[in-house]
């Protein structure tokens, strides 16, 4: 179904509501504006295939602008509200973005990119107007609340930043469909948590996220409520599964680990007797944590492991994962291989890159080099997200460590190639390597080891002002939290840093 079935048998029936205000978007009103909003698309010259890009906090409207793309057949990039003017300008530019959306809350970065991005057309603000922007509560007002002639499903085009630097855009091939077809991840969702139009889903992460938006996305096919959180507050969270009646809900680690934090009083006071499916992915989840996790909720917590790629879904229910602690799933899309470095496939046990052979393709938008590089080397078809691990006997799979230095902190990739770009043009800085150490609450944080140039004095005072000089030009989630000063960072003669080295050596010191 979609919001058009919804609205019409239940016009009333809330399809957002906002956590903090408390401001309800009914299915009849998602319905009507999201249609509003798909003839201007079609005013504006779009037809589908062609790209919109919106960039929002946790908004009520941000689902009429991701339905009005998706029933106008376009593919839509949801955009971090937390990115800096070039990333932002970067991103509209690589992905061909002819409409661009944001909120008098975003206005100052969105309208730092104007004149970096010639080839977007029509720019609508929320909650206002800025120069350059028109008001979209206006334009949109404009248009009729009846579906477009050539309605047909769409498609979100993601990006995820690329260990060299740049975001990389993940597109996948349009399918046109008719609106109401249903698509693979509402069959799994539908399979494996058994939604309905009675649900209550609960997010508390942010929306531009590729879970959390193709999750609420489906959720609303099929009738239920949303609950947003505009961010994460761990007691919050529990008090909106009482007050609401929450049935389902997704997580991150982190977010697990911030609610068993809290006093045991704090956590006993709250009616959690509604909720009956909670969901976590995006990062490996701690084995205690789970288990703590399992002891309070009870065996409700379900697992997934898959990609914004859309290349392989893996699945651990709660029996699954208590017979297999630690593992992320085992397939339900794609079949899983563990390779050595020269592609040849390894037996249960041993580790090594993870590659899945038989689910979707994609391709980096615009970059060959890299959509090639996430292929195995021989050849098969078989594509990885870059992670390494191993398989059971049973085909359940683990993971162990990054391909790349990916990041991951409190659930969100961080790449840090990024910031080394960042801080190695800073005129005090002679050499320096960013990458993860583990953090109890996030997982990892990100860290810098930096080799200062000669004349300079390596302390706390240099150590703040590159933080302060990544965060002016990079999201701040991106920089380092901490600086530490070396005379030499490990280097092949070739150049070629050993970054592994430093790897190690925090990760012996955290385990000490």
């Given at each position: 179904m979609h919001p058009?079935?919804?609205?019409?048998?239940?016009?009333?029936?809330?399809?957002?509501?906002?956590a903090g205000s408390g401001d309800v978007l009914t299915y009849r009103e998602l319905d009507e504006e999201s249609n509003r909003l798909a003839h201007l698309f079609r005013s504006a010259g779009l037809r589908p295939g062609d790209h919109v890009a919106f960039m929002l906090e946790n908004h009520r409207l941000f689902f009429v602008v991701a339905w009005a793309a998706h029933r106008s057949?376009?593919?839509y990039t949801a955009i971090s509200s937390r990115l800096q003017t070039g990333e932002l300008a970067y991103i509209l530019g690589n992905c061909g973005a002819r409409v661009f959306i944001s909120s008098a809350h975003l206005a100052e970065v969105a309208c730092a990119?104007?004149?970096?991005?010639p080839g977007v057309r029509v720019r609508l603000m929320i909650d206002g107007v800025a120069p350059g922007f028109t008001s979209f509560e206006e334009a949109v007002a404009a248009h009729p609340p009846?579906?477009?002639?050539?309605?047909?499903?769409?498609?979100?085009m993601l990006y995820s930043s690329g260990t060299t630097g740049r975001p990389k855009g993940i597109k996948n091939a349009l399918r046109r469909a008719p609106l109401d077809a249903p698509g693979p991840l509402l069959r799994l969702i539908e399979s494996l948590f058994a939604p309905s139009a009675d649900s209550v889903y609960l997010s508390p992460a942010p929306l531009y996220h590729a879970a959390p938006l193709r999750y609420c996305l489906n959720f609303q096919r099929l009738g239920?409520?949303?609950?947003?959180?505009?961010?994460?507050?761990?007691?919050?969270a529990l008090a909106l599964i009482e007050r609401h009646r929450v049935t389902h809900s997704q997580w991150v680690p982190t977010m697990f680990i911030k609610m068993l934090k809290l006093p045991a009083e704090v956590r006993a006071k709250y009616d959690l007797s509604s909720h009956a499916c909670a969901v976590h992915a995006?990062?490996?989840?701690?084995?205690?944590?789970?288990?703590?996790?399992?002891?309070?909720?009870?065996?409700?917590?379900?697992?997934?492991?898959?990609?914004?790629?859309?290349?392989?879904?893996?699945?651990?229910?709660?029996?699954?994962?208590l017979a297999h602690k630690g593992t992320v799933g085992r397939p339900l899309l794609g079949?899983?291989?563990?390779?050595?470095?020269?592609?040849?496939?390894?037996?249960?046990?041993?580790?090594?890159?993870?590659?899945?052979?038989?689910?979707?393709?994609?391709?980096?938008?615009?970059?060959?080099?890299?959509?090639?590089?996430?292929?195995?080397?021989?050849?098969?078809?078989?594509?990885?997200?870059?992670?390494?691990?191993?398989?059971?006997?049973?085909?359940?799979?683990y993971l162990t460590d990054r391909r790349s230095y990916t990041v991951i902190s409190g659930g969100v990739n961080v790449y840090p190639q990024e910031a080394e770009n960042v801080l190695a043009v800073h005129p005090r800085v002679a050499d320096v390597a960013?990458?993860?150490?583990?953090?109890?609450?996030?997982?990892?944080?990100?860290?810098?080891?930096?080799?200062?140039?000669?004349?300079?004095?390596?302390?706390?005072?240099l150590a703040a002002e590159l933080i302060a000089y990544c965060r002016e030009r990079l999201a701040h989630y991106k920089c380092p939290a901490a600086v530490d000063f070396r005379d030499e960072l490990p280097r092949h003669p070739t150049g070629k840093l050993y970054k592994r080295l430093l790897v190690e050596e925090y990760r012996r010191r955290a385990a000490d």
């Amino acid at each position: 179904m979609h919001p058009g079935v919804i609205a019409a048998r239940t016009p009333a029936r809330p399809a957002v509501i906002m956590a903090g205000s408390g401001d309800v978007l009914t299915y009849r009103e998602l319905d009507e504006e999201s249609n509003r909003l798909a003839h201007l698309f079609r005013s504006a010259g779009l037809r589908p295939g062609d790209h919109v890009a919106f960039m929002l906090e946790n908004h009520r409207l941000f689902f009429v602008v991701a339905w009005a793309a998706h029933r106008s057949g376009l593919y839509y990039t949801a955009i971090s509200s937390r990115l800096q003017t070039g990333e932002l300008a970067y991103i509209l530019g690589n992905c061909g973005a002819r409409v661009f959306i944001s909120s008098a809350h975003l206005a100052e970065v969105a309208c730092a990119v104007t004149a970096d991005t010639p080839g977007v057309r029509v720019r609508l603000m929320i909650d206002g107007v800025a120069p350059g922007f028109t008001s979209f509560e206006e334009a949109v007002a404009a248009h009729p609340p009846t579906p477009v002639e050539d309605e047909c499903q769409g498609m979100d085009m993601l990006y995820s930043s690329g260990t060299t630097g740049r975001p990389k855009g993940i597109k996948n091939a349009l399918r046109r469909a008719p609106l109401d077809a249903p698509g693979p991840l509402l069959r799994l969702i539908e399979s494996l948590f058994a939604p309905s139009a009675d649900s209550v889903y609960l997010s508390p992460a942010p929306l531009y996220h590729a879970a959390p938006l193709r999750y609420c996305l489906n959720f609303q096919r099929l009738g239920a409520t949303v609950v947003v959180m505009e961010r994460f507050d761990p007691e919050q969270a529990l008090a909106l599964i009482e007050r609401h009646r929450v049935t389902h809900s997704q997580w991150v680690p982190t977010m697990f680990i911030k609610m068993l934090k809290l006093p045991a009083e704090v956590r006993a006071k709250y009616d959690l007797s509604s909720h009956a499916c909670a969901v976590h992915a995006a990062a490996p989840c701690p084995v205690p944590v789970k288990e703590r996790m399992l002891e309070w909720w009870g065996p409700i917590i379900h697992e997934y492991y898959a990609g914004t790629e859309g290349n392989c879904f893996l699945y651990a229910g709660p029996q699954d994962w208590l017979a297999h602690k630690g593992t992320v799933g085992r397939p339900l899309l794609g079949v899983t291989h563990v390779c050595d470095e020269e592609g040849g496939e390894l037996p249960p046990g041993e580790r090594g890159t993870v590659y899945f052979a038989d689910g979707p393709r994609f391709e980096y938008h615009g970059d060959p080099e890299k959509t090639r590089a996430s292929q195995d080397p021989r050849g098969r078809g078989w594509t990885t997200l870059g992670d390494i691990g191993y398989v059971d006997e049973e085909g359940f799979l683990y993971l162990t460590d990054r391909r790349s230095y990916t990041v991951i902190s409190g659930g969100v990739n961080v790449y840090p190639q990024e910031a080394e770009n960042v801080l190695a043009v800073h005129p005090r800085v002679a050499d320096v390597a960013v990458f993860g150490v583990p953090d109890e609450e996030m997982g990892e944080r990100v860290h810098a080891v930096v080799q200062p140039v000669p004349s300079q004095e390596a302390g706390p005072e240099l150590a703040a002002e590159l933080i302060a000089y990544c965060r002016e030009r990079l999201a701040h989630y991106k920089c380092p939290a901490a600086v530490d000063f070396r005379d030499e960072l490990p280097r092949h003669p070739t150049g070629k840093l050993y970054k592994r080295l430093l790897v190690e050596e925090y990760r012996r010191r955290a385990a000490d």
